[in-house]
């Protein structure tokens, strides 16, 4: 088989190996790696419904990363997906209220993150040592609350790594910020910086373009890359759970072989749904990907329209992960609907940098009709939350929440019964306050550890390691900044 080699989306990039891409995080033009063509799974179906959950990363994870060797892969798997996890299967099916529940928030931080995260550190040094790298890799990150704790477990006091992340202050949930701040390792710093996701993610990808910092880095031996989704090694780990999912539905006997499902994601940053969406390329049966926003809804309104705009309020919800408006990997897709022109995907880019919008031609809108975007207020996802609890007993998260609500108004609308699997991308002890006022239907009082005993009370699932871990730990991160200051923070972090 040929190996398959990594492009930048804004074309001036090319013939990168998949190490070196995860290496690298982002292009040096600033776009996003994307493989030069699409591979295509080499077993069947049947076949993958008797895979593991490891076996199955094997099976579609070779066809990607194609510079690592059979037994590079298969260590990197097998220390990511062990018992960190709180199940053996990783990535339980829960089929409950007429959909399947894919639980991806059994790993180590509670949310879905962990999925790619916890192979990511083992992906990122075995690249270091096929490419000879001497320096130490600095890891920066940008958080909506989820990815930064998830992040630091995966590199806390990984030799020959740093990690810094810059979460949003008073843009995450409680049981968030003090998993982040509580974070234990001599390589890990968290600053929280005085603005939104946005400001975060954009100020950490001027960093990495300015090439004047990266050489004063350089010179002091660091090398800057990033855990964040617009990186080719948690692309690739994602799109494992879509293959095991419908391995895992056909092995249950829910469907037939063949027959076609819908995935159902709650969408920020867009990473998670363009992973069910290359899982359909390399030949997994999914139909439509339903693509659910919160009130920060533009890309409801991108797939609407054609236009991207995100020149409106950002709005703060009880689902933080998703307050985005700079939705990073849309520029992949964007990108495939070109029919891979790096320069057109350029200047799309460089309207919305400019302008804060770009549309996309009626050819592009054409590509893209396997999306479907909705959105779900804070009163529908509350609404969903309980009524699914009402229902039947399950408790979700307020992410999953707004994913639930927005599949059910699709299907109340299509009259489409399509068997459909919800992403659940966290445990609803890491919003436990937003999911307990919306099981009681009111605001409640102030202490956490309360709140998070009574939703014990009310769901009946065992509180996880992670949340029991945080309720002595001491805290050990309070550095602040502003939005400007990033730059300045980096440099006294690492000394330089
Ligand atoms: C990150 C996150 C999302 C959004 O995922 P994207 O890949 O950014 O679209 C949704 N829910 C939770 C709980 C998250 O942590």
Do not use: W
């Amino acid at each position: 088989m040929m190996d398959i080699s990594y492009r930048s989306t804004r074309g001036r990039e090319r013939d990168v190996t998949a190490s070196q891409a995860i290496l690298k995080g982002l292009a040096c033009d600033g776009g996003l790696f994307m493989p030069d063509r699409m591979p295509k799974l080499n077993l069947t179906m049947e076949e993958l419904a008797k895979k593991t959950y490891q076996e199955t990363a094997y099976e579609v994870m070779k066809l990607f990363l194609t510079d690592f060797t059979e037994q590079e892969l298969k260590e990197c798997i097998g220390r990511a997906y062990d018992d960190k996890f709180d199940t053996e299967v990783i990535a339980p099916l829960v089929k409950a209220d007429g959909a399947y529940y894919l639980e991806l928030f059994h790993g180590s931080t509670i949310a879905f993150k962990d999925m790619a995260l916890s192979i990511l550190p083992h992906l990122m040094t075995t690249a270091a040592g096929k490419n000879h790298m001497e320096q130490e890799i600095v890891i920066l990150t940008a958080t909506s609350g989820d990815t930064g704790k998830a992040a630091m477990a995966g590199f806390a006091d990984v030799p020959g790594t740093r990690i810094i992340v810059f979460y949003p202050k008073g843009g995450v949930s409680r049981v968030q910020e003090l998993q982040m701040v509580t974070q234990k390792g001599d390589n890990t710093a968290v600053v929280s910086i005085h603005g939104n996701f946005d400001d975060a993610q954009t100020g950490v990808k001027q960093i990495f373009a300015d090439r004047e910092f990266g050489r004063r880095l350089a010179e002091r031996g660091f090398v800057l890359s990033s855990a964040n989704s617009i990186n080719i090694g948690r692309l690739v780990p994602q799109i494992v759970y879509y293959a095991y999912a419908y391995g895992q539905l056909l092995a249950h006997g829910e469907i037939s072989d063949g027959e076609k499902i819908h995935v159902t994601v709650p969408t920020g940053n867009f990473g998670n749904i363009l992973a069910a969406y290359f899982a359909k390329q390399i030949g997994v049966p999914i139909d439509r990907l339903i693509c659910a926003s919160n009130d920060n809804r533009v890309l409801y309104d991108f797939f609407r329209n054609g236009t991207y705009d995100r020149k409106r309020d950002f709005i703060l919800t009880i689902s933080p992960s998703m307050d985005i408006l700079i939705s990073s990997n849309l520029e992949r897709l964007v990108y495939i609907s070109t029919g891979c022109d790096g320069e057109k995907t350029a200047a799309l880019m460089a309207d919305l940098a400019e302008t804060g919008a770009y549309t996309v031609s009626k050819d592009m809108k054409e590509r893209m009709t396997d999306f479907i975007g909705g959105f779900a207020t804070e009163e529908e996802d509350r609404d969903a939350i309980r009524r699914v609890y009402k229902d039947t007993g399950y408790v979700m998260d307020t992410h999953t929440g707004v994913a639930s609500a927005v599949y059910k108004k699709y299907r109340a609308d299509s009259k489409d019964e399509t068997k459909t699997v919800i992403a659940s991308t966290a445990s609803p002890y890491k919003f436990s306050r937003s999911v307990m006022e919306a099981l009681k239907g009111t605001e409640l009082p102030d202490d956490e550890f309360a709140i998070i005993d009574s939703l014990h009370a009310v769901s009946g699932v065992t509180i996880p390691k992670a949340v029991e871990e945080i309720r002595s730990a001491q805290v050990r991160h309070h550095r602040e900044c502003g939005v400007g200051d990033m730059e300045a923070v980096i440099a006294g972090i690492l000394g330089v």
